[in-house]
């Protein structure tokens, strides 16, 4: 079972906390919340603490529906700061607006790390602005499992002072019209409707580090442009050519050999082959050690024995001239000339980090492999394919 997380913004009309909550709990089965925060101003939190708290909505709306106890505090209301630490009383200029989106933002972020948890926000409340913010940071972190939504009101019950939600037991409310006369409504003609929003899910597919909503989107809009952009990587054997795009990058036997088992534990090792874009992961690196070991040799050699024209003299060579394994101080000069060819014949600065062979360093030694997308990468080795 997920943890429910439910995630407001509101302005003055804390009335869709509660309009949120009645219809998640009448939902098969039933949606509970476990925490709920609301993004909000110093006013709003005012308004919203008087309703709910001190007016007895919420203890009302929870002994109606048969909810367990909403544990609203004052860690629930999330309301923030200039840079002088002051709390927003409201959001009325540019730089107002950037703190309230990297608060809504760092939120969704946080809260998303916890994968027992289940966001349901509602982006029906506060400024627009405000919605805008909390639907982006969706899309840059909800997972598949978190829910967008938007609350829809019968029209003369939408933001009635007096209508928070549908009773069990229906019940006669006054609703002043605009020329300040004052109309009775029965709540059985009131009806809430949740609309569940779809989103593009971008978490998982872009790397993200920012903590401000400019940055995170400056970022992903970079990661993005860089999936769509990158060039496909040909490594054909049987030529024997490796071409990034157009670009015809030439390399030694031994070279083209290492390399293309470098490129090809991308595609044969996937540890996340549900992910369509391998952005910064690199579980699929090499170690170093395991590059030493005859095991490895043996599988390269194959490849090496197609580069060389299908040769298997070419293959028993290699085997017999490294007998245990090629040792790792020649595979990090293997490696370091690999880069350099690859360097003299790519002169595109952005795409280099991509194509050549990056180390990582963990504990237990160096792992090897290139950051070019799974999905850009075909190795042939012959000329049918």
């Not at 490796?242 to 390399?259: A, C, F, Q, R, S």
């Not at 060579?317 to 690859?342: C, H, M, V």
Request: proline share 6%; hydrophobic share 35%.
């Amino acid at each position: 079972m997920f943890k429910e997380i439910l995630i407001f913004i509101i302005g003055s009309t804390p009335h869709i906390i509660t309009e949120t909550i009645s219809v998640l709990a009448k939902k098969e089965p039933p949606i509970y919340p476990s925490e709920v925060y609301i993004v909000t101003t110093t006013k709003g939190k005012e308004i919203a603490e008087k309703a709910l708290i001190e007016g007895g909505i919420l203890e009302s709306l929870c002994k109606e529906y048969k909810i367990p106890t909403i544990p609203l505090t004052k860690d629930s209301f999330i309301i923030p700061e200039d840079s002088s630490g002051t709390p927003l009383e409201d959001i009325k200029n540019d730089i107002e607006n950037q703190i309230i989106g990297d608060a809504i933002t760092n939120l969704i972020k946080d809260k998303t790390l916890d994968s027992a948890s289940r966001l349901h926000c509602s982006l029906a409340g506060g400024r627009k602005t405000m919605s805008f913010y909390l639907g982006a940071a969706m899309q840059l972190f909800a997972r598949p499992w978190d829910k967008l939504y938007h609350v829809l009101v019968t029209p003369e019950f939408e933001s009635n002072p007096n209508f928070f939600y549908k009773p069990v037991k229906d019940k006669n409310i006054e609703c002043r019209l605009p020329d300040g006369s004052i109309r009775q409504l029965n709540t059985k003609n009131a009806n809430i409707y949740l609309a569940e929003l779809p989103f593009i899910r971008l978490s998982n597919k872009i790397s993200l580090n920012e903590k401000g909503f400019k940055e995170l989107v400056e970022e992903g809009q970079k990661e993005i442009d860089i999936a769509t952009i990158q060039p496909n990587l040909y490594i054909k054997l049987h030529e024997p050519s490796i071409y990034i795009g157009d670009t015809l990058v030439e390399m030694i036997p031994v070279h083209m050999m290492l390399y293309t088992s470098i490129v090809r534990r991308k595609l044969e090792n996937c540890f996340y082959p549900q992910r369509v874009y391998c952005t910064d992961c690199k579980e699929c690196f090499i170690p170093l050690v395991e590059m030493t070991t005859k095991p490895f040799l043996e599988r390269a050699a194959k490849d090496y024995s197609v580069i060389c024209g299908r040769k298997p003299f070419k293959e028993q060579e290699l085997l017999d001239k490294w007998k245990e394994g090629i040792k790792p101080e020649i595979i990090r000069q293997n490696i370091s000339k690999i880069n350099n060819a690859i360097k003299d014949h790519l002169n595109d600065e952005i795409l280099l980090p991509y194509f050549m062979i990056t180390t990582q360093r963990r504990y237990g030694g160096s792992r090897y492999g290139v950051r070019v997308e799974k999905g850009r990468i075909k190795i042939t080795d012959s000329k049918k394919i």
